[in-house]
């Protein structure tokens, strides 16, 4: 396309300059203009028409025709039937995006359109009418509802539309060039692209060089420096740069910032009379002409940083860089370790960063009431129009920008910011990046990888945070073994789903294998995982002979299917490799996959997975007003993930939390496992201010079958022998030695400790000596509470939990000792410094709450659940029950 007297008239704003179709598409806008003006005038230009013709021709199918007649004028032309529309397919191919187009039709649609929607129709989408049909239509009144809304559409836009649109444009037009000093704000003093770039480059090395010394206080001086118009023209040759705007009649600027009062028509053929007044008030660059002036800038430091680290003068460059070209070649030469991006010459990298550090300037000065938005905005209005000191409206919107970035100098490099997060918005063509925020030896890196996930981000960044990653030589890995390459601009981050077979057979009709979700692969080597479930690492490897090998936290474990004893058994579990110790695991990234026959049926007599949503908690919170309340919420809004122990060969259930036993009862619920639930749910009953059941919603019965007849059997609502010959021995009775003098009691009691203790070389892994015992007895007989700090070895792991197994008792001589000449006491309360906080909670859980079939009591681990209004301390239960306890002599337990 040959450059006209028109020609720089169709300018690049300069942050458009960085991706390649903006400027391919202002080439074809200009191309199209042309090619109407010559077709009108006469002159028509063979090669150029075949060639707007042919683009054209790619868009038909992209673009919806109304039948532009009065009776049906809201049906659309089928795309197929297009070329049977001779006038209309015929203006399209010849004319679209070009004035001559624009003013026979008109462009009516909805502002939001959903591209899945598959109904074609005015309603759902845009669509191009008739110019002057619509004018007419403006005026009536329709009663069929899709003419209506175009109506109102076409009421609401139509003025504005003609009026930007000039129906005597033509070729042939005089003009009058005046250059006025002082009209132009590119023609103060300091504030020339020019001089920018000279000043930079002589004083590359010095350090003093600042933002204020170059572009001085006004802020006007930065929009003018990030606002340059291009154009781009290879044999354009010396003359760089053109006109600005036109002055018409001495009245108005045509596209001058902040010029909204009257009317300029925005074209370089506008027919007028007399010669055309062209005031020169800014430059219009060649493309070409300028990125070689930069690169020769840059090329001229000779590989060396500049010195200087004010950041308005960085920021300065890396927006020329970005905007031309230069980024990846000359990005290393700059001073800002706040955008690490710069240093690797990552583009989507710095988006992500450049768009965290708006934000946290948005919060720091969210007052101001100055939001990207309204610097966007100012950009885009200085981007495409010229910025004028005289004979502008100041009381313009724009205005108002600009009189606020004044008021602080803190600004000057938001305004940069925001201009080079629009440049990076045009060349990654993504108004957002999607990323991943990860933590990396102790500090947060951002990857922008090649495919994102959304589970996947959420899934990374709270992973990192709990466990430690570390990286070596751009290696990110856990535990020596490499993940991804941090090397790679986009490095692959994926997320893979591992499946675990039994280790021995003869178990497919309970458990057939595991998947596990949210499994990283190792970088070199395609053999090897690693998942993190329930705050441990989990190792796959898979060996040459196709064996899997799983390790947790590098101790070998095996899928396999437990039987615990009568009450509890055939439960999907890791089972460790060297004993037989199991590991029960409950957690969304672990699915066992089991027989979907009998009683694993999701039918089986009302058996659903729903019933965790008719279970309710009352849980302890903090509410707004820093004061402790208390709330029910539905068990299945409460699981997280864990993994519990159970050791051999007794296989007692011990949890180390109240959270362990939530996320077990819902393990029990999906595995369908009612004996694993009752068990669980009598030792959760112990360790909640209260559950409430929704067994039924009006007539819709939302708790039956086995789960119905468990929980009742559990509450105590229903007699059920067979369950209690069941259930009964997973419960260690202390009640048993009630007139024991206290020395025999105390061993009795540690032989109770013992047998929850875990089996290793034959021996049991902790078992109180003759000191602790003693120690014990002196506690129990003391006049007064003992300080927990007075307590010496073993005072978490042994002492606690005996002598709270002692106050569960109803041991005569221990309770008359404990209630020191004073009334029975029914409650205890633990004091522990706050570091032994969760240590003396995991203790007293996994002693405590398998004591005593039957036994009515509760353990809390929150002082102020004793608020609750069903926290009654020393209170006898009232409720109905088929298990009533005879009344004791001795004091009964707590």
């Known amino acids: 396309v040959k450059a006209g007297p028109a020609r720089d008239y169709y300018f690049l704003a300069q942050f458009e300059a960085g991706q390649r179709e903006l400027v391919d598409a202002h080439h074809y806008g200009y191309a199209a203009d042309l090619a109407s003006l010559l077709r009108k005038a006469g002159h028509a230009n063979r090669d150029l028409d075949a060639r707007v013709r042919s683009v054209n021709q790619a868009l038909t199918d992209a673009v919806y025709f109304s039948t532009s007649r009065q009776s049906d004028y809201e049906e659309f032309i089928d795309v197929r039937d297009l070329p049977r529309y001779k006038q209309i397919h015929d203006d399209f191919l010849s004319n679209f995006m070009s004035f001559e187009f624009f003013l026979k039709y008109i462009g009516l649609g909805m502002t939001d359109e959903d591209p899945k929607v598959k109904d074609i129709s005015a309603l759902t989408r845009h669509a191009f009418y008739a110019t002057k049909l619509m004018s007419r239509q403006t005026h009536r009144m329709e009663y069929e509802f899709e003419k209506e809304v175009l109506n109102n559409a076409a009421r609401a836009t139509l003025r504005k539309y003609t009026q930007t649109l000039d129906p005597g444009a033509q070729l042939g037009r005089g003009y009058r060039v005046s250059l006025r000093i002082g009209q132009g704000f590119a023609y103060s003093k300091y504030n020339t692209l020019m001089h920018f770039l000279n000043v930079c480059e002589n004083y590359w090395r010095n350090p003093d060089l600042s933002g204020l010394q170059l572009l001085g206080k006004d802020v006007r001086a930065l929009l003018a420096l990030t606002s ?46 007399g010669p055309v007044e062209l005031v020169v008030t800014d430059r219009i660059y060649e493309y070409g002409y300028l990125r070689n002036l930069l690169s020769g800038v840059f090329e001229r430091a000779n590989g060396l940083e500049i010195r200087t680290d004010d950041l308005v003068v960085n920021l300065g ?7 031309f070209g230069l980024f990846a070649e000359h990005a290393k030469l700059l001073r800002l370790p706040q955008l690490p991006a710069v240093a690797i010459a990552n583009a989507r990298q710095l988006q992500v960063e450049v768009s965290n550090a708006i934000q946290e300037r948005d919060k720091a000065h969210a007052q101001d009431g100055l939001t990207r938005l309204k610097v966007e905005e100012l950009l885009f209005e200085t981007g495409y129009k010229f910025f004028v000191n005289k004979h502008a409206n100041h009381r313009a919107r724009v205005y108002e920008t600009v009189r606020a970035l004044q008021a602080d100098p803190d600004y000057r490099d938001y305004v940069f910011l925001v201009k080079i997060y629009v440049s990076l918005c045009q060349i990654n063509k993504s108004a957002e990046v999607d990323y991943y925020k990860i933590r990396v030896d102790g500090a947060h890196r951002i990857v922008v990888p090649q495919t994102f996930s959304r589970a996947t981000s959420d899934y990374l960044d709270a992973i990192t945070r709990a466990h430690t990653f570390t990286e070596r ?47 990283f692969r190792a970088h070199d080597d395609d053999n090897k995982f690693l998942a993190f479930v329930a705050d441990g690492a989990l190792r796959v490897d898979v060996d040459q002979n196709d064996r899997v090998r799983v390790r947790v936290n590098q101790v070998g474990v ?52 729903e019933l965790a949503s008719c ?54 619920i999906n595995l369908r496992n009612v004996s694993l639930f009752i068990l669980v749910l009598f030792q959760l009953r112990r360790a909640s201010v209260a559950l409430e059941f929704k067994p039924q919603e009006g007539k819709v019965v939302k708790i039956s079958g086995p789960w119905r007849e468990a929980i009742s059997y559990v509450l105590g609502h229903a007699a059920n022998r067979r369950y209690d010959q069941l259930f009964r021995p997973q ?72 002598f709270c197994m002692a106050f569960l008792s109803n041991n005569a001589d221990a309770h008359a000792r404990l209630a020191r000449g004073g009334r029975d006491k029914h409650a205890l309360v633990v004091l522990v410094p706050e570091h032994l906080v969760p240590d003396a909670k995991a203790q007293v859980y996994r002693y405590c709450l ?23 301390l020393g209170a006898r239960p009232t409720a109905s029950s088929y298990y009533r306890r005879e009344p004791a002599a001795a004091p009964g337990p707590p």
């Open 615 to 668: 279970m309710l908690s009352v849980e302890v919170f903090v509410d707004l007003n820093d004061e402790h309340a208390f709330k029910s919420f539905p068990l299945e809004e409460l699981v997280t993930e864990s993994k519990t122990a159970v050791y051999a060969p007794d296989y007692v259930l011990q949890v180390a939390s109240r959270q362990q036993l939530i996320n077990l009862l819902s393990l029990a």
């Open 558 to 609: 095996e899928l396999a299917c437990a039987y615990f004893n009568d009450a509890v058994s055939f439960v999907p579990c890791f089972k460790y490799a060297d004993s037989d110790d199991v590991l029960l695991v409950s957690s969304p990234h672990v699915a066992f996959k089991v027989d979907n026959g009998g009683q694993h049926h999701a039918d089986y007599y009302g058996m659903k997975h």
């Open 473 to 519: 030589g751009g290696l990110v890995g856990y535990d020596e073994l490499p993940l991804f390459d941090l090397r790679q601009a986009q490095p692959s981050v994926d997320l893979h789903r591992v499946r675990v077979d039994p280790a021995k057979g003869g178990v497919e009709s309970v458990v057939r294998y595991a998947e596990i979700d949210n499994v």
């Open 850 to 872: 398998a004591l005593n079939f039957r036994s009515d009591y509760r353990v809390y681990d929150d002082i102020f659940a004793l608020l609750h209004d069903d926290v009654l």
């Open 228 to 273: 340059q118009k291009l154009f781009v023209d290879d044999a354009h040759g010396a003359n760089y740069y053109h006109y600005g705007p036109i002055d018409v009649a001495h009245a108005t600027l045509d596209l001058a910032v902040g010029s909204e009062v009257g009317h300029v028509v925005p074209g370089a053929t506008a027919k007028e009379r």
């Open 317 to 323: 460059l890396l927006s020329l860089m970005l905007d």
């Open 731 to 802: 419960f260690h009775d202390v009640d048993a030695h009630q007139n024991a003098a206290l020395p025999d009691f105390v061993d009795a009691l540690c032989d109770v400790f013992t047998k929850f203790q875990r089996v290793v070389d034959g021996r049991r892994q902790i078992s109180p000596t003759p000191k602790q015992k003693a120690f014990l007895q002196k506690i129990i007989s003391a006049p007064e509470c003992f300080h927990f700090s007075e307590v010496g070895s073993g005072k978490t792991k042994v002492i606690l939990p005996l």
